[in-house]
Structures are given as C-alpha cells and as structure tokens.
C-alpha cells in the first residue's frame, strides 16, 4: 500500500495538486480542512487538533488497502513523524513525502484569492517553518521524497 504525506504551506496549492495525485494513482485523499468542515461545518475552523487527529486515524483504517494520500501543511517534522507512524500502523509501507515547495509571495497571493483564506501572518509562519524542516528531511522516515517548485 502507498501513502502520499502532503507538505506545504497555506496557499501553496496542495489540494489542487492531491486531487491530481489522486486521479492519477487511483488514491483516497484525506483532508484536514475537509474534516474540520464535516465536523465543525466550516474548514476554516481551526477547532481541537484531538477531534480531528481521531478522525484523520479513522479515515486511514477505513482506507487500509487503499492507497491514501494525507492532505495537510506537514510544516514541521514531528507533524510528519506523527503521520508516518500512523500510517506504518496500519500496513503502510511505501510512504512518499510530496513537498510543494512554492515560494512565499505566491502563498500569499494564492491565499488571498481562496474563498477560505488563512491570516497572512499564518502563512508567513508556516512558510518559514516548513523551509526550516526542510534542511533534514532526508533524513525522515520517507521511502521517497517528491519536491513539487
């Protein structure tokens, strides 16, 4: 089974791109904001990580045998290890790390045309904490890193 794990910042296009990926490669894709609006009814709603992590894990069981793909920003690496493991968990084996790396000032402006926008200083932040995580992500658990510019 192959799990696709996202990263990105707000803005950078990974929905876009995971809607490709999951035509392409015939694949599930699991969405944080597409959680936080089944259930808080909005996605902007940030609401309790805790909820939404359930529901991430109960998405992957219910996808086991299916490949998936992880749609979320990934900024950091223990969001990723974090990821990683649960995916192990359920038979997971070849884990690709898809890495939208576009540059800051296209997130912003890509941010400020959606419907759903994030607070640019979010953007900023998250931006800068994922080209910071970045510097070792070769040494992260991945079977294959994929740098989408």
Not at 26 to 44: C, P, T
Request: hydrophobic residues 35%; contains cysteine; negative net charge.
């Amino acid at each position: 089974m192959r799990a696709y794990i996202l990263c990105g910042a707000p803005g950078a296009g990974k929905s876009s791109y995971a809607a490709k990926l999951a035509e392409r490669e015939n694949a599930v894709v699991i969405s944080g904001d597409d959680i936080r609006a089944e259930i808080y009814g909005d996605e902007a709603t940030q609401g309790q990580w805790s909820e939404i992590w359930e529901r991430i894990e109960e998405m992957v069981s219910e996808c086991c045998g299916m490949d998936v793909i992880i749609d979320g920003t990934h900024c950091r690496r223990d969001y990723r290890d974090e990821t990683i493991a649960l995916l192990r968990s359920y038979g997971y084996d070849q884990i690709e790390a898809v890495v939208i790396d576009t540059p800051l000032d296209r997130c912003i402006m890509q941010n400020a045309t959606r419907q759903r926008g994030v607070p640019r200083h979010v953007v900023v932040e998250m931006h800068k904490s994922l080209q910071y995580s970045l510097k070792n992500i070769n040494s992260e658990a991945f079977s294959h890193i994929n740098f989408i510019y």
